[in-house]
């Protein structure tokens, strides 16, 4: 089936409408993979559109096309990410019942108390919403930073009252600290803080003994282990005696003997690991829990009064749907997860006749990347032009003749051979025309035909079982490249820095037949500003399909921007870690984000936070916008003066100038 290009599409929009009757919506649902890692959010109605579910699937569902038209109304431009902030409520509502069935089957003593690693995602609308759907579990922070502090201690109200002393909720207290961070989360305790403590390195042990003694008040203290179990997760140096955080069971061994010096061993309460993030294989953590909870019981013998054990974070997400040890997926679901840490700590408690412990995780990933989508246009396409010459000339080179007739020749027993011999006759063509051999109309006749040889070798291969290795590489070679208004280095950093998977698709279109196979590429001028790694079953793929991006009919004129048909792509479960990794790569900004929340009725914007403007962007880098708006201004008198430009063509320069300054950095959309 090879259409040829678009104006061939045209001619052959009939023969279209019948193949988009074709295809049906489960043929997308399969294609993408969306009940895989979409499931029970995601899905696809009988219009083709992606619809949510933030209440999973206890209903209420809104279309995602609807919502974006409805938001781009609202002259919120592309690209836009839209945050669920029910989806968030929902996968803290799991975890915490994944823990209580969990707790309920093995008949664990103790309870589950979780704690939201602030570095997942810092954004203020989102720490709050999840410290507000946290309180019936008594949900609480953890800080991996000062600033982090900072925000955990502002944004968990503490508690106060008679009978609980402190709030129940934990301030787990990571990462390096100085004198002005220990000192801070201590005071925090007189507020009503229940902050912990965690002892990561070796050396902070005397500086927290020293300022608990100055203000008199006892801490509460954790520490961070260093297990030897090997972690898989994306950072991979976060186990290990080399791993920086963390100490040794010497070095354990060696903060008891102090504790217990100073007659402060009563303070230490907890015991924390973090075997990395995106877990993939459940077993590594099925070992990491049978080395700590070996490390938690000695520690209760040896006399301290401990209390929690902290499991880090490490439960991974399943990006590309497959359910298996992929680094890009896991497999073992939440529930497994939850039973084989309560398992694990329930029998060496047994065994050693120690106290069942309150257990602590610090699940960053698993809570928050269901909850963010982000939308972005496609803004062109570039398809490489496979239709052989019309006629070939008599006097034609006869490397030319050659080509041609290999293009006639090929069939489904000789492709592999033609592919070879295409690939060496144009090689040697370019030979030829560097040399001066070859005219400029005879090389465009060699290109044209290479690929349409190409062409015809892929079409064959699609139907192949096995296709060769060296000829599996042309889906790639001949992808089409689909130019989307978005920076990869500012929405999805994860995705070229540690070339983290995550599903794209179409929100929309999803009963027609998608025709083309692309890679994206981002409004970067960096080559690095691409993607052309997409999820797949096995493995990953190098191309991703998508449909015919539809260009008016008024083919004479360039097209009015109103009159090409939008076409949207989502890239899902982007909520954990993006937004803060992203950067300002060729100054592309913040880009706009809106919060919807269900209601009873359908659903409702909850707030917008604007991206950045191009003034801001520039003031980021040291650039006051008035500066340069004043210099452009000079410069246009100078020119006007020295009769270069009129006066219109000044005032019209100065005008977009001043504009665009206060404009998203991205490109807008209002006609061309
Ligand atoms: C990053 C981090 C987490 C969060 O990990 P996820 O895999 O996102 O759940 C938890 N604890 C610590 C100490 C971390 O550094």
Same mark, same amino acid.
């Not at 570095?119 to 982090?148: D, M, T, W």
């Not at 902050?195 to 008040?217: F, K, N, T, Y």
């Not at 490397?399 to 144009?426: R, T």
């Given at each position: 089936?090879?259409?040829?290009?678009?104006?061939?599409?045209?001619?052959?929009? &009939?023969? *279209?409408?019948? !193949?988009?009757?074709?295809?049906? %919506?489960?043929?997308?649902? $399969?294609?993408?993979?969306?009940?895989?890692?979409?499931?029970?959010?995601?899905?696809? $109605?009988?219009?083709?559109?992606?619809?949510?579910?933030?209440?999973?699937?206890?209903?209420?569902?809104? +279309?995602?096309?609807?919502?974006?038209?409805?938001?781009?109304?609202?002259?919120?431009?592309?690209?836009?990410?839209?945050?669920?902030?029910?989806?968030?409520?929902?996968?803290? /509502?799991?975890?915490?019942?994944?823990?209580?069935?969990? #707790?309920?089957?093995?008949?664990?003593?103790?309870?589950?108390?979780?704690?939201?690693?602030?570095?997942?995602?810092?954004?203020?609308?989102?720490? /709050?919403?999840?410290?507000?759907?946290?309180?019936?579990?008594?949900?609480?922070?953890?800080?991996?930073?000062?600033?982090?502090?900072?925000?955990?201690?502002?944004?968990?109200?503490?508690?106060?009252?008679?009978?609980?002393?402190?709030?129940?909720?934990?301030?787990?207290?990571?990462?390096?600290?100085?004198?002005?961070?220990?000192?801070?989360?201590?005071?925090?305790?007189?507020?009503?803080?229940?902050?912990?403590?965690?002892?990561?390195?070796?050396?902070?042990?005397?500086?927290?003994?020293?300022? =608990?003694?100055?203000?008199?008040?006892?801490?509460?203290?954790? %520490?961070?282990?260093?297990?030897?179990?090997?972690?898989?997760?994306?950072? @991979?140096?976060?186990?290990?005696?080399?791993?920086?955080?963390?100490?040794?069971?010497?070095? #354990?061994?060696?903060?008891? $003997? @102090? *504790?217990?010096?100073?007659?402060?061993?009563?303070?230490?309460?907890?015991?924390?690991?973090?075997?990395?993030?995106?877990?993939?294989?459940?077993?590594?953590?099925?070992?990491?829990?049978?080395?700590?909870?070996? %490390?938690?019981?000695?520690?209760?013998?040896?006399?301290?009064?401990?209390?929690?054990?902290?499991?880090?974070?490490?439960?991974?997400?399943?990006?590309?749907?497959?359910?298996?040890?992929?680094?890009?997926?896991?497999?073992?679901?939440?529930?497994?997860?939850?039973?084989?840490?309560?398992?694990? #700590?329930?029998?060496?408690?047994?065994?050693?006749?120690?106290?069942?412990?309150?257990?602590? =995780?610090? =699940?960053?990933?698993?809570?928050?990347?269901?909850?963010?989508?982000?939308?972005?246009?496609? !803004?062109?396409?570039?398809?490489?032009?496979?239709?052989?010459?019309?006629?070939?000339?008599?006097?034609?080179?006869?490397?030319?003749?050659?080509?041609?007739?290999?293009?006639?020749?090929?069939?489904?027993?000789?492709?592999?051979?033609?592919?070879?011999?295409?690939?060496?006759?144009?090689?040697?063509?370019? =030979? *030829?025309?560097?040399?001066?051999?070859?005219?400029?109309?005879?090389?465009?006749?060699?290109?044209?035909?290479?690929?349409?040889?190409?062409?015809?070798?892929?079409? %064959?291969?699609?139907?192949?079982?096995?296709?060769?290795?060296?000829?599996?590489?042309?889906?790639?070679?001949?992808?089409?490249?689909?130019?989307?208004? !978005?920076?990869?280095?500012?929405?999805?950093?994860?995705?070229?820095? !540690?070339?983290?998977?995550?599903?794209?698709?179409?929100?929309?279109?999803? $009963? /027609?037949?998608?025709?083309?196979?692309?890679?994206?590429?981002?409004?970067?001028?960096?080559?690095?500003?691409?993607?052309?790694?997409?999820?797949?079953?096995? +493995?990953?793929?190098?191309?991703?399909?998508?449909?015919?991006?539809?260009?008016?009919?008024?083919?004479? &004129?360039?097209?009015?921007?109103?009159?090409?048909?939008?076409?949207?792509?989502?890239?899902?479960?982007?909520?954990?870690?993006?937004?803060?990794?992203?950067?300002?790569?060729?100054?592309?900004?913040?880009?706009?984000?809106?919060?919807?929340?269900?209601?009873?009725?359908?659903?409702?914007?909850?707030?917008?936070?604007?991206?950045?403007?191009?003034?801001?962007?520039?003031?980021?880098?040291?650039?006051?916008?008035?500066?340069?708006?004043?210099?452009? @201004?000079?410069?246009?008198?100078?020119?006007?003066?020295?009769?270069?430009?009129?006066?219109?063509?000044?005032?019209?320069? *100065?005008?977009?100038?001043?504009?665009?300054?206060?404009?998203?950095?991205?490109?807008?959309?209002?006609?061309?």
């Amino acid at each position: 089936m090879g259409l040829e290009s678009l104006l061939d599409e045209k001619k052959e929009g &009939k023969k *279209l409408k019948k !193949l988009a009757a074709n295809w049906s %919506i489960e043929e997308s649902e $399969n294609l993408y993979r969306i009940s895989g890692w979409g499931d029970p959010y995601f899905a696809i $109605n009988a219009a083709g559109h992606i619809t949510v579910s933030p209440h999973g699937d206890r209903g209420g569902s809104l +279309d995602l096309l609807e919502l974006v038209e409805s938001l781009r109304k609202r002259k919120l431009g592309m690209p836009l990410l839209i945050r669920f902030s029910d989806i968030l409520a929902d996968r803290l /509502e799991r975890l915490n019942s994944c823990f209580a069935k969990a #707790i309920a089957r093995y008949k664990y003593p103790g309870t589950y108390q979780g704690v939201y690693p602030i570095k997942c995602n810092q954004q203020r609308h989102l720490v /709050e919403a999840l410290v507000n759907y946290g309180k019936p579990y008594q949900f609480g922070l953890e800080a991996g930073s000062k600033p982090e502090l900072m925000i955990a201690l502002a944004t968990l109200p503490p508690q106060l009252d008679r009978n609980e002393k402190a709030s129940r909720s934990l301030i787990i207290c990571n990462g390096y600290k100085d004198r002005e961070y220990l000192e801070t989360a201590l005071l925090a305790k007189r507020l009503g803080h229940r902050a912990i403590i965690v002892i990561d390195q070796p050396r902070e042990l005397d500086w927290i003994l020293h300022i =608990s003694q100055q203000l008199g008040i006892k801490p509460l203290l954790g %520490i961070r282990a260093k297990l030897s179990t090997k972690g898989e997760g994306q950072d @991979r140096t976060a186990v290990g005696d080399r791993a920086k955080f963390g100490l040794t069971v010497p070095e #354990i061994l060696a903060v008891v $003997n @102090r *504790l217990e010096a100073v007659d402060r061993l009563d303070c230490l309460k907890l015991l924390h690991f973090h075997v990395g993030s995106q877990i993939s294989n459940i077993t590594v953590i099925k070992e990491a829990m049978r080395e700590a909870s070996q %490390i938690y019981v000695q520690l209760a013998k040896l006399g301290a009064k401990m209390r929690y054990l902290n499991v880090g974070g490490g439960l991974a997400v399943d990006y590309d749907g497959s359910n298996t040890n992929f680094p890009a997926s896991k497999n073992y679901n939440m529930q497994n997860y939850a039973n084989d840490i309560v398992a694990a #700590i329930q029998e060496a408690c047994e065994q050693a006749n120690v106290n069942a412990p309150t257990l602590i =995780s610090e =699940s960053g990933r698993a809570i928050a990347a269901h909850q963010s989508v982000l939308v972005f246009d496609v !803004l062109g396409t570039n398809h490489i032009r496979h239709t052989p010459p019309e006629a070939l000339g008599k006097k034609d080179h006869t490397i030319v003749q050659n080509l041609w007739e290999a293009y006639q020749g090929i069939n489904p027993s000789n492709y592999q051979e033609a592919y070879h011999d295409a690939v060496q006759l144009k090689e040697e063509a370019i =030979s *030829l025309f560097n040399f001066g051999y070859l005219s400029l109309t005879e090389r465009a006749k060699v290109e044209q035909l290479y690929w349409a040889c190409c062409r015809k070798i892929l079409n %064959i291969t699609r139907n192949q079982d096995f296709v060769p290795e060296d000829v599996q590489d042309l889906e790639k070679l001949m992808a089409s490249i689909y130019y989307v208004n !978005l920076s990869v280095f500012q929405s999805a950093p994860e995705s070229w820095s !540690l070339n983290q998977l995550f599903p794209i698709m179409p929100i929309h279109r999803l $009963n /027609e037949e998608p025709r083309q196979r692309a890679i994206l590429a981002d409004l970067t001028c960096d080559s690095d500003g691409k993607i052309d790694r997409f999820i797949d079953l096995r +493995d990953v793929k190098s191309c991703l399909e998508l449909h015919d991006f539809r260009i008016p009919e008024t083919h004479a &004129k360039t097209p009015k921007t109103e009159e090409i048909e939008p076409y949207y792509l989502g890239m899902f479960l982007v909520g954990a870690y993006q937004e803060i990794m992203g950067n300002l790569h060729n100054l592309f900004g913040d880009i706009n984000v809106v919060h919807i929340a269900m209601t009873p009725h359908g659903y409702q914007i909850e707030s917008v936070v604007k991206g950045d403007t191009m003034n801001e962007v520039l003031s980021y880098v040291q650039y006051d916008a008035e500066d340069l708006l004043e210099r452009m @201004r000079r410069y246009s008198e100078k020119a006007l003066a020295d009769d270069h430009i009129t006066l219109e063509e000044s005032q019209r320069l *100065l005008q977009d100038y001043e504009q665009s300054l206060r404009r998203y950095t991205y490109l807008v959309d209002d006609g061309l």
